[in-house]
């Protein structure tokens, strides 16, 4: 499908040669692909002429949607398949590539979280509000680069999974990653009686991360701003941070 996305991209017809320059890949995979994707009736393929040397390819649709009925016994086979292929073909193809912690660039981000959990109504409905304004920021992303004529490389990979579990699953222990300069810190900051925020310091970082002011949280939690200060400045070190905007770059427990 990212062979489809280049073409359709590209804004006009291109021969398998061009496109597997595009897409950095070789001829074969970019023939194996096209071949598929014309079977699919998702692309045309113009045949050689005398003008040209070779076929070239143009998308036969503008977007792709698809329609499923979860009541059709043959559709939610289909499905079951896709999902299966989703996981191994797409997630596991991209995430080969991805860049280990360890020889990360300075400055580079990631974020990692894998656990069976035990979620409450209330919890999956705050989960679902959360999960819809990444799905918005992403799909302003999407929108923005699909209106883009160039072929750009991409270079991070999300994937955000959420399912309902069968059967016996325990709870997993979490592991937090700990940065080199919170673990050297002073030994009073790390071995403090707890990291662990408290309900009120956990309520009023996540206010500040989405973008409240202090004035506003201080009035929330029935207190001073001058409370509300002292209360952050303990959960930041707990944190291992300094600063509000830092807030946006962790996982809050």
């Known amino acids: 499908m990212g062979i489809w996305e280049v073409l359709r991209r590209h804004r006009r017809a291109a021969s398998a040669s061009r496109l597997a320059e595009l897409c950095q890949c070789s001829l074969a995979e970019a023939q194996q692909s096209l071949d598929l994707l014309e079977r699919a009736t998702l692309v045309r393929k ?8 070779s076929a070239v390819y143009e998308t036969a649709v503008a977007s792709i949607s698809v329609i499923f009925d979860r009541g059709d016994p043959g559709e939610a086979r289909i499905f ?10 797409l997630e596991d193809k991209h995430f080969e590539h991805e860049i280990p912690i360890t020889s990360a660039p300075a400055g580079h981000w990631s974020y990692y979280h894998c656990n069976p959990m035990f979620l409450e109504a209330a919890d999956i409905e705050e989960l679902r509000r959360r999960i819809a304004r990444v799905e918005e920021f992403v799909s302003l ?26 059967g016996a699953v325990m709870p997993q222990p979490h592991v937090r990653l700990v940065g080199r300069n919170l673990a050297e810190a002073p030994r009073r900051a790390v071995s403090a009686p707890s990291t662990r925020l408290s309900r009120r310091e956990r309520e009023a970082v996540l206010a500040l991360r989405d973008g409240k002011t202090r004035a506003a949280v201080a009035k929330h939690l029935g207190i001073s701003v001058y409370t509300l200060g002292t209360l ?7 944190l291992g941070i300094n ?6 770059d962790i996982a809050i427990d």
């Open 141 to 166: 992303l999407n929108d923005r680069q699909s209106e883009s004529m160039t072929t750009q490389s991409c270079n991070h990979v999300m994937a955000i999974r959420v399912s309902p579990l069968g």
């Open 46 to 53: 113009r045949r050689a002429s005398r003008g040209r040397r």
């Open 232 to 238: 952050c400045k303990r959960a930041y070190r707990k």
């Open 80 to 89: 079951r398949g896709l999902e299966q292929f989703v996981t191994r073909e």
């Open 243 to 248: 600063r509000v905007s830092q807030l946006r």
